[in-house]
Every structure is written in structure tokens, then in C-alpha cells.
């Protein structure tokens, strides 16, 4: 991990160099932003370094929904790492006061370097009703539509499982994210080995679901936002030295390359020798034994977590006496 890799507004994974790189600016005030120093935009470039070791053929997709769900996959990664916190899923409901749909900082991607931008609600808004026939097939702003569905997801998942008599609504928050941290993966992990498209990873999340009610509930969600309706296509993008980038580099905000920069770091990697013993060289092999482990993995965590009530109870956020 290089935390001041260099003067750029981005911060970005990058498979060739087995790295994340996260650059620093200056905003309009002249105050210098780190870009590591934000929790949001470190989860989304290991949620791209995690979904690449996971689905390796997905970074090489010229698809605009294949880039785009690995965009989402980053945004989810920052969403649900943030509910791996109690504190942070007790700061949630207290600036929300139990309504997940009033604008406070969770549903805020990048918040710090948005409004840099001068985006009032981060880099990304995860709390939107976009469809997909309403954004470009820039894969950042395409991936908002998945994410936006997984958001209300999560949100009407904690709304029906809230119940103040039992347990803390933080930690019915907790609990939610806990769920919704297996019920992704396997997602994921079930999808299509190359060039998924929204309505594959909506599927096997349906599939994962054993709860017909929420099988219902995720299919509302996902018919509002026409994953499911294929004649829906995202508008088209053209813009002048772009790159996605998705071969090698997957970044958090679409930028302009620097080409002699670009040049500098491979150069430094080259010889530091550390393109060596790359995951494209450990063969088919090697990717089906690391699915199978997390698979596995992911599959213990289903099932132990297979309704929300069956999530370890947390004394600590015990509901108290008024």
C-alpha cells in the first residue's frame, strides 16, 4: 500500500503492481486531502483488490456493468466494513435517529474528497433512486444504480427487523450488516466467472435468499431500479483521455492519467521486480482452490447467519431501561 503515491485527485487499486495506491490534492481552500486518511475510499479499493482475487476475469471486462458492479462491489465493501463497527453502527442510528433515509454520513461515499468536488452528498450517493436507463455507462456513475439497490435492501432489512422490545436498534443494525455481508458474497461468488451483469449478481442474491418474503423484497427493489428489464440500457459516455482502466487500475473517481507518472511507477515496479509470481501466473489451479476456500468460508457464514436472529447476540448493546 503506497498512502502518498503522489499529487492526484484518486485513489486506485492496481492489479499489475499488486498495490493500492492512494495520491493526496490540494481542495479550494489550498487545505492538503489525503485520500488514505478516508476509511470510505481505503474500503472501496480493497473491496476492488478482494472482488479481483475473487472474480479475476471481471477487471478485464469491457462490459460498462461488469466495471460497474466492481465500482458498486468498492462502495458496498465501504458500507457494510462501516457496520463491522458497533460504535460506528450506534453513531449511524443516533445521527439518523433510526430512519437510514435521512441524509447523515452513511450513505455518503467519500464524503471529505466530494465535497472537494463540490458534490454535497460525497463522491457517490448511496441512497438514490437512479434507474439504469438514467446514467451514462461511465462505470462510476453506472455503478450507483446497483448500489443504490443494495441500499434500500439493507435499509428495509433493518426496518423490518428493528424491534426495540429485544435488542438495541444498533445492533439490530449490526446484526443486518452482518447478514447482508454473507448474502453479498455469495452473490458474488455464484455470478458469472466473466462479464456479469447487474441482473446476474440480482439473481443469485435472490438465489442466496432463502426467505421468500425478502426474495420478494430484493426483486421490488431491483424491478424499480429495471435491472431485470432488458430492453433498459444506461445512456452512452465519450470522453476525450478517460481511461477505466479496468485491465490494471481500478480507481475511486474517473480521472485523467498522467502519462509520464504512469511511466514512472512502472518503471519503479519493474525494478523492484514485483510483477513476479502474479495471479495470472498461478493458473486456473490456484483461482478454483481460492473460490472453493472462500466459498467455504462464506457459505459458514451463511449458515450461521442464515436469519438475522441468528447472529450472535451482543450483550453489550443489551436494550436499557429508560
Not at 286 to 305: I, T
Request: charged residues 30%.
Amino acid at each position: 500500500m503506497y498512502a502518498r503515491a503522489g499529487e492526484m485527485m484518486n485513489a486506485e487499486y492496481a492489479r499489475n503492481e499488486k498495490a493500492l495506491f492512494f495520491y493526496y490534492f490540494n481542495n479550494n481552500i489550498g487545505q492538503r486531502i489525503y485520500t488514505c486518511e478516508s476509511f470510505d475510499i481505503v474500503s472501496h479499493e480493497v473491496g476492488h483488490a478482494v472482488l479481483d482475487g475473487l472474480k479475476p476475469h471481471y477487471i478485464e471486462s469491457r462490459l460498462p456493468e461488469t466495471g460497474a458492479l466492481h465500482e458498486s462491489f468498492g462502495d458496498i465493501t465501504a458500507i457494510l466494513s462501516l457496520l463491522e463497527q458497533l460504535d460506528m453502527c450506534e453513531a449511524v442510528i443516533a445521527h439518523s435517529k433510526g430512519d437510514l433515509h435521512s441524509p447523515t454520513f452513511f450513505m455518503r461515499i467519500g464524503e471529505q474528497m466530494g465535497n472537494a468536488l463540490g458534490f454535497k452528498m460525497g463522491l457517490r450517493n448511496a441512497d438514490n433512486n437512479l434507474r439504469i436507463d438514467q446514467v451514462t455507462e461511465e462505470i462510476h456513475d453506472l455503478s450507483r444504480v446497483f448500489t443504490g439497490a443494495f441500499f434500500d435492501i439493507l435499509v428495509e432489512m433493518f426496518e423490518q427487523e428493528v424491534n426495540l422490545n429485544k435488542y438495541d436498534p444498533a445492533e439490530t443494525l449490526f446484526r443486518v450488516g452482518k447478514y447482508m455481508s454473507a448474502l453479498v458474497l455469495m452473490a458474488f461468488l455464484n455470478g458469472p466467472k466473466r462479464d456479469a451483469k447487474f441482473r446476474d449478481i440480482a439473481k443469485a442474491m435472490m438465489d442466496v435468499e432463502k426467505d421468500n418474503s425478502r426474495k420478494n423484497m430484493f426483486k421490488k427493489h431491483f424491478d424499480k431500479r429495471k435491472i431485470f428489464d432488458w430492453s433498459a440500457k444506461p445512456k452512452p459516455y465519450a470522453r476525450p483521455r478517460v481511461i477505466e482502466g479496468r485491465i490494471s487500475v481500478c480507481g475511486t473517481y474517473p480521472y485523467v492519467h498522467d502519462p509520464e507518472f504512469r511511466a514512472e511507477i512502472e518503471s519503479t515496479f519493474q525494478l523492484l521486480d514485483m510483477n513476479d509470481n502474479g495471479l495470472e501466473d498461478e493458473g486456473d489451479d490456484f483461482q478454483e482452490q481460492v473460490e472453493l476456500k472462500v466459498s467455504q468460508a462464506a457459505n459458514g457464514a451463511a449458515d450461521e447467519w442464515r436469519t438475522i436472529e441468528d447472529v450472535e447476540h451482543t450483550p453489550l448493546l443489551e436494550k436499557k431501561d429508560m
